[in-house]
């Protein structure tokens, strides 16, 4: 029995081969946005969480928001 993942990779494959995605692409192409974070904090509880107060290494830092930041970007 196939899987759903298996079902979905043959429907896009035969899209794909049959060159039927062409006829879609007028109704699937635009703008998009990948919208991507790896944390959101509580603004009210602390201005920021500690570890993004003590100086350091801490590459994911720019990955991180508000959530009043998020509430004024998803509206």
Do not use: W
Not at 17 to 23: G, K, M, S
Not at 31 to 47: D, P, S, W
Request: proline share 4%; charged share 20%.
């Amino acid at each position: 029995m196939l899987e759903k993942s298996d079902v979905i990779r043959f429907g896009l494959g035969a899209l794909y081969h049959t060159r039927a995605h062409l006829a879609l692409e007028p109704a699937s192409c635009g703008l998009g946005l990948i919208f991507t974070l790896h944390r959101v904090y509580r603004e009210q509880a602390c201005e920021h969480p500690a570890y993004l107060r003590q100086a350091g290494f801490a590459p994911n830092r720019i990955l991180q928001i508000s959530d009043t930041f998020l509430d004024q970007t998803i509206v």
